[in-house]
């Protein structure tokens, strides 16, 4: 199994920044892609951002310049920096992690886990 558990979010006013941070667990083999996702009330899930086990990135046109996304292979970790903060990037943002998985025969599972949301608010 795995767990991907987010921190970070928050209230912030416009122009802010806020960092939200997502860390894997569990009887993970390896992690291809990581990224995030967000989803405001009454609209579609948008992907903010990925990053490659490489370190290739990509960025929803929303958020270039604005914000970064980085990861942190020997903690199974992604973080996301999100600068100059406006009152559109206010949504639950996601983490998500495409995992292979050891089961106890030692048989690999691939899947997409997903993190619990973190809630971000931006005030204008």
């Known amino acids: 199994q795995v767990q991907l558990v987010e921190s970070g979010g928050g209230l912030v006013q416009a122009g802010g920044s806020l960092r939200l941070s997502c860390e894997a667990s569990?009887?993970?083999?390896?992690?291809?892609?990581m990224g995030w996702y967000r989803q405001a009330p009454g609209k579609q899930r948008d992907l903010v951002a990925g990053?490659?086990?490489?370190?290739?990135?990509n960025y929803a046109d929303a958020v270039k310049g604005r914000f970064t996304i980085s990861r942190d292979n020997a903690k199974n970790s992604v973080s996301l920096l999100m600068n100059s903060l406006n009152p559109e990037d206010t949504s639950v943002y996601c983490c998500?992690?495409?995992?292979?998985?050891?089961?106890?025969?030692?048989?690999?599972?691939?899947?997409?886990?997903w993190g619990q949301g973190s809630q971000v608010t931006v005030s204008s």
């Open positions: 990053i490659t086990s490489g370190g290739n990135t």
């Open positions: 569990g009887s993970i083999v390896s992690i291809n892609a």
């Open positions: 998500f992690a495409d995992v292979i998985l050891s089961d106890p025969w030692g048989y690999h599972d691939a899947r997409r886990a």
